[in-house]
């Protein structure tokens, strides 16, 4: 009896060691493809690097691959091919979800040694091998670790040189001193509209992203000089792709914090096929406190939001993707019925906003040959902007004051050809068909003529043609270029821009390289801008901005990049942006330009004979992830500047002369399956520039009124923040867990966003931008 005893213990002792030393592990599986052709290549190695035993796999006939039990952290994964160089790449391996990669490799010309990238050295290369200066890729994790980018790629992007907040309450941002209206969002290679909750109309940013990093692949950000494949945008581009869901095992993400819940599912539709779904939803946090009666200040706030990608693969008719995002966001405020309590002039107001956006896509991706494959997509894409405000007079009338409703429909079909010749050269062709369809209404009580005005009462059609060829040859290892042109056509007032794009890549040496890009490029006005109404005093009614042109401006960029160590870079560039054509107020005494505008529609009277400038230099010094350790020194020192037919050199709003941000984090394995992180993000930049406020006519029409003569004299104080991330994860087996906690403005400095005139008090009030906001999150991946 004692022997069964003493074996049974030892039988308990045995198993809970076996338990609860088991090492957590996770499927690491992909597709590796050649870069251009996006053809899968079979009989390539893929290890886990460092990882003993060796862990590894070989490609299929198609290039898909299959590694188990990879321990879950941070890994290396190495992939090697013959003919082709070898990659290397971070993966954060986690025990809730399995990782599904597609790695794209580029074949080497010289076809001798292989020529080993270092682990991450590809990382600020771009996706796009045809876009070689001011691009850089950026990667989901990113949006998730960065402090305060709340999985928000724009937010995010500050951390980057030449990107600035235009308003920390959003995610707005200036490039290079360029208005955010400049910004192009693309998502699977076809343009998107903006894609973010309480968004303004004529604007590219707003209050929280609709798009879920749960769908987000790694994606490309260009701040200059694009590619020929890029057009209409002055500013940059953010160019999304999008993830395919899990097609061999059902997973779920579910979250809750602060800005909304999620949930996300994904999985194949049936074990024999390679199909799959990939859908996240979220509804607002702060919809459900509300309805709980807890008080989250005098304005009601919603939104909510989905977004998929749906995966449906055919063995001979090619390869199927439905994919979009909808949102619908709102905000109503009822006015203060007793005047006692009017402390500000808003209190007085009934305001109700709505934004409501959404896209859906079809793509059809078919390969015709070994080396040459035809992507087509279908898109149908709107959005609808409202807002009205009425005053309550001292007898608690309500008295209009302000509406506008703007809706506009899209439907784009594009097509692109990729074709690749051989190892050295490769091209890429495609055209988009864009067919606009517009609602503008605008009325507001215009103060200084005392009377309700319409300048905007339209329903309209446009349609676009953009048309693009770019040709990309190596001629040798060290040596690149690419040359390209874009075509952009608005076939209502037959605006036709040629936009030729050329940019150079040369290797000093295994370690450092450098680039010179050029581009001309062009982007069409707010289509608001072109329906302006003008009332002549026979009482007839003319378009005076119907045949405007578009703006249009020369980007040159020169850069130089030096690999400090296998993880350490450095990266320089200088630019220069020559701005043209620019439509501005057909005033001579008026500084009205749309290179200021972020939001709205600006309804003067236009001429394309605006002009502008930006230049500056940019430093970066980004660690890549080592030892679970990240860091980016972004640095940028600049010039914004612009011209109206006042003949008057200006700053841009946008021109704070500097702007410096540090961006960091590190990660600890604080017990088995715990990981402690911790980001920090610092940024400090040259204040914007303000219009003087004219008192005296303020006080006479009660409103805020601006000194036009003095515009863009005024320069706020410099502006300070700290952000700062701290995260705990688990992995248990089949789940992670993490809970996080997002201190944005943790100093809360009090950082002066403007001044307005407050009829209330009778005088000039300042407003200062986010104060301290912490944001908590609890994700569950399993």
Known sequence: ?????????????????????????????????????????????????????????????????????????????????????????????????????????????????????????????????????????????????????????????????????????????????????????????????????????????????????????????????????????????????????????????????VLGMDVAAEGPFSKNYRGSYLINYRYSTLSILSKMGVNIGDAVTNFQDLSYNIYLPTNRFGNFSLFGFGGLSDQMQEAKRDSTKWEFEYERYNSNYFSNTGAAGFKHAYTLSSNTYLQTTVMLSGNDHGYEEDRLDNDYNPRFNYKQNYVTRKITVSSVL????????????????????????????????????????????????????????????????????????????????????????YDLTEQQSFSVGYGLHSQMQPIGIYETRTELADGSVTLPNKNLGFNKAHHIVAGYDRSLSRYLRIKAETYYQHLYNIAVSNDSSSPVSTLMSEWGYITDPMVNKGVGRNYGVE??????????????????????????????????????????????????????????????????????????????????????????ALAYTEKLPDYFRTDIRISMKRNRTHTTSTISLDLQNATNHKNLGGQYFEPQSGKIEKWYLLPLLPILSYKVEF
């Not at 192009?184 to 903006?194: A, F, K, Q, S, Y």
């Not at 037959?494 to 936009?499: A, P």
């Open 1 to 257: 009896m004692t022997q069964f005893k003493l074996l049974l213990a030892s039988a308990l002792v045995f198993t809970s060691a076996t338990i609860f030393g088991q090492q957590l592990t996770q499927t690491v599986r992909g597709t590796v493809v050649d870069k251009i052709s996006k053809i899968g290549l079979p009989g390539a190695t893929v290890v886990i690097v460092n990882s003993e035993p060796l862990l590894g796999a070989t490609t299929d006939p198609d290039g898909n691959f299959r590694i188990s039990q990879v321990p879950v952290g941070t890994q290396i994964l190495k992939i090697s091919f013959v003919g082709y160089k070898d990659v290397s790449t971070n993966l954060i391996v986690n025990s809730g979800k399995e990782v599904v990669i597609n790695v794209p490799v580029e074949e080497d010309i010289t076809q001798l040694d292989e020529i080993v990238i270092r682990p991450d050295a590809e990382k600020n290369k771009p996706l796009n091998e045809m876009a070689v200066v001011s691009t850089r890729t950026f990667s989901v994790e990113e949006t998730r670790k960065f402090a305060a980018a709340v999985n928000d790629p724009a937010r995010a992007a500050v951390s980057f040189a030449g990107v600035v907040s235009t308003d920390d309450g959003n995610n707005q941002i200036s490039i290079r001193g360029n208005s955010p209206f400049g910004l192009l969002w693309r998502m699977e290679g076809v343009d998107i509209p903006n894609p973010n909750h309480f968004a303004a109309v004529g604007s590219s940013g707003g209050g929280i992203s609709i798009l879920s990093s749960q769908l987000l692949a790694n994606s490309d950000f260009s701040t200059g000089a694009f590619a020929a494949e890029y057009g209409n945008a002055l500013a940059g581009v953010f160019d999304l792709n999008l993830r395919k869901g899990n097609n061999e095992k059902r997973e779920y993400t579910l979250q809750a914090g």
């Open 418 to 505: 990729n074709h690749k010749f051989n190892a050295r050269s490769a091209m890429r062709s495609g055209v988009y068909l864009n067919r606009y369809s517009y609602g503008l209404n605008l009325r507001y009580r215009d103060a200084a003529l005392n009377q309700i005005v319409q300048p905007l009462d339209s329903k309209m059609h446009a349609n676009t043609i953009q048309a693009f060829s770019q040709w990309n040859y190596k001629v040798s290892e060290q040596f690149s270029f690419n040359t390209g042109l874009h075509t952009l056509l608005l076939t209502n007032n037959n605006t036709l821009s040629l936009e030729p794009r050329a940019s150079v890549k």
């Open 619 to 708: 430093l970066t010094l980004e660690q890549f992830l080592h030892n679970d350790l990240y860091f980016l020194l972004s640095t940028s020192f600049y010039n914004s500047e612009y011209k109206a037919l006042d003949n008057v050199w200006r700053n841009t709003r946008f021109n704070g002369k500097h702007a410096i941000s540090f961006t960091a984090g590190k990660e600890y394995n604080w017990k088995k399956g715990r990981v402690f992180g911790l980001n920090m993000r610092t940024i400090y930049t040259g204040g914007f520039w303000e219009t003087p406020i004219d008192f005296t006519r303020s006080v006479e029409l009660g409103q805020t009124q601006y000194i036009e």
